[in-house]
């Protein structure tokens, strides 16, 4: 078997422009999950490490760095994600070269939970009445059972990616459909063009003042 | 930041090999015999590491029992290193300053074994005033799916804590990347085949590829 470390980063290329065909969220997985792309994006070229772009926004995509580097020839090398499943809302960032899972946290959607989401120690305690400590049998087993069920939707996210992969489907339908969105997505990037104000060129004819 | 509190970061395993069935008393002197050594100040040794109890890894003298690792079917435990570093330009200035001494009591220029035993001196002296940087990693072992989460990701913590568990509990570990859940996948024989051929593709050509060959 060859090296198949690029499988990380086309997998995680595919997830981005997958997720923004389908609107900026997909359902995946059992118990359904509905995932969107998060805060934070890294990408690299397969052949060239050493060069990067990192961007940091709530708004990931707005200026266009993504399709830009996409388009020089990067690859997704690590995603933040945020993934609702049920009344749980976990943010996390796949790695696509290790398949690590860093800076995972996991919420609560409604009020009533967050109670629960302090004692299960996901994020600081809030303001607020001294609510009991969970022991650290609770503790493990709420934790790994949330890792558990952001791993499940990866695995099945990455399995779907694998099947298409392996198929014609990639190379006839995902890569054009990349292709196609990096190029109206740049276009639609573009500065409008303002006629009235456009100088004449010095290529184009100039008009000509005939003597009366 | 691990198995207990705070965010997590962590690369997933798949461990290879057997548990046996008196795991618990098996791995509680296992885990002991290759339990974390802290750093004596008196000794010559720069590092240290080996396996402490996740809730209380600097409590040294704290023996490693299965009410601290054992969770149901999980196994919570934690890897600690400790590593005596010495700033630089302290250890510079140090050693010049007893090389004057020397020069000033003897009269004598310093060679290499009066340098060297100088240095030593001064390393001897420094350990007693740093403490030790210690880096602590949590370990989460499921023995029902055989996979383990280790929170870490750095080269150098994650290879060095693959030796000791192998070393420890007699198992191999396989890091679980993209690559490894595409070769364990279920996939028919037309797919395996495929896989094995396998290349990247590319989106877009690098650009300086491009620009490379259009430029000859």
Redesign the interface.
């Known amino acids: ?8 980063p ?2 995680l ?1 595919w997830l981005y422009f997958y997720i923004d065909q389908e609107g900026g969220e997909i359902k995946a997985g059992k118990p359904e999950a509905r995932i969107t792309v998060g805060k934070s994006i890294l990408l690299k ?4 490490p050493d060069m990067r772009v990192a961007i940091l926004s709530p708004m990931l995509d707005d200026s266009g760095e993504v399709l830009q580097a ?4 990067a ?1 997704v090398e690590s995603m933040a994600l945020d993934v609702v499943v049920g009344e749980h809302i976990h943010c996390l960032t796949v ?11 996991t919420r609560y959607l409604f009020a009533e939970q967050e109670s629960k989401m302090d004692l299960a ?1 996901f994020d600081e305690p809030s303001q607020g009445p001294k609510k009991k400590k969970l022991t ?2 609770e ?3 709420i ?2 059972s949330a ?1 558990d069920e952001i ?1 499940a939707i990866v ?1 099945s996210l ?2 779907k990616f ?2 298409r ?2 198929g014609q489907s ?2 006839q339908q995902d ?1 054009t459909a ?2 196609l969105s ?1 190029a109206e997505g740049l276009k639609a990037r573009l500065p409008p063009i303002d006629h009235a104000k456009r100088q004449p060129s010095h290529l184009e004819e100039q008009p000509v003042a005939y003597p009366a | 930041m691990g ?10 395993f798949a461990v290879i090999g057997t548990v046996p069935s008196n795991y618990v008393e098996q791995y509680e002197s296992t885990m002991e015999m290759r339990r974390f050594i802290p750093l004596h100040p008196e000794a010559e040794d720069i590092d240290s590491a080996g396996w402490v109890p996740a ?1 209380k890894p600097f409590a040294d003298d704290e023996p490693i029992t299965n009410a601290h690792f054992l ?2 079917e ?1 196994m ?1 435990f934690a890897f600690r290193e400790d590593v005596m570093s010495y700033p630089k330009p302290m250890l510079r200035d140090l050693v010049a300053q007893r090389l004057d001494q020397y020069r000033e009591k003897t009269g004598a220029e310093p060679h290499g074994e009066i340098r060297h035993k100088a240095e030593l001196a001064v390393r001897a002296e420094l350990r007693r005033k740093i403490l030790p940087r210690s880096k602590v990693v949590d370990v ?1 072992w ?1 023995h029902s799916r055989a996979e383990l ?1 280790f929170f870490s ?1 750095g080269k150098g913590v994650v290879e060095r804590f693959t030796k000791l568990f192998e070393q420890t509990f007699s198992m191999q570990l396989r ?9 364990s ?1 279920e ?1 028919s024989l037309r ?1 395996k085949g ?17 620009e490379a060959e259009a430029y000859g």
Do not use: C, W
Not at chain 1, 95 to 105: A, F, P, W
Not at chain 2, 175 to 183: G, N, S
Not at chain 2, 204 to 210: C, G, I, P, S
């Open positions: 078997m060859g090296d198949l470390t690029f499988l990380g086309e997998f290329t070229p397969l052949a060239n996409i388009r020089a020839g690859h790695n696509g070269t290790d398949g690590s899972l860093s800076q995972v946290k120690g650290d049998e503790s493990v087993l934790r790994m890792l791993e695995d990455f399995q694998l099947l992969r392996l990639f190379v890569l990349i292709r990096v | 198995v207990l509190h705070g965010s997590m970061s962590y690369l997933r809730q969770f149901g999980r919570v989460l499921d989460r990701r890091e679980k990347t993209f690559a490894d859940l595409a070769i996948a996939l797919e495929m896989l094995e051929g396998l290349r990247p593709h590319e989106i877009f050509a690098l650009k300086q590829r491009v």
